[in-house]
Nanobody, 124 residues
Framework: QVQLVESGGGSVMAGGSLRLSCTAS????????LGWFRQAPGKEREAVAT????????SYGDSVKGRFTISRDRVKNMLYLQMNSLKPEDTAMYYC?????????????????WGQGTQVTVSS
């Protein structure tokens, strides 16, 4: 059974940093598109950052470019999202997701697996 579990969320002041982690069990991250998504109350889910592990090529949403960094640890099978210079508008539930193997990232990609989410709250 495949399971993704996020951790690292919390409450911070604007300008602070957090690092989210996502661990996978029952599958490997290799040659998949991995993504971090977020959803705030009353808003649609938004793609924050994605990375195709076949070439470790990252992509970022416009609202987080220059502030967030997606990365992974091949050995530990972990996915990370380093979030710096956090703003109140970054407040949301953050989810990690993994796509099917051998399929590169694209906006229309249907992800196979999702975590349960971790809450990030940024106060001004």
């Amino acid at each position: 059974q495949v399971q993704l579990v996020e951790s690292g969320g919390g409450s911070v002041m604007a300008g602070g940093s957090l690092r989210l982690s996502c661990t996978a069990s029952g599958t490997t991250y290799s040659n998949r598109c991995l993504g971090w998504f977020r959803q705030a109350p009353g808003k649609e889910r938004e793609a924050v950052a994605t990375i195709y592990t076949g070439n470790d090529n990252p992509s970022y949403g416009d609202s987080v470019k220059g502030r967030f960094t997606i990365s992974r640890d091949r050995v530990k099978n972990m996915l990370y999202l380093q979030m710096n210079s956090l703003k109140p508008e970054d407040t949301a539930m953050y989810y990690c997701a993994a796509g099917p193997r051998w399929v590169a990232c694209r906006p229309t990609l249907e992800y196979n697996y999702w975590g349960q989410g971790t809450q990030v709250t940024v106060s001004s």
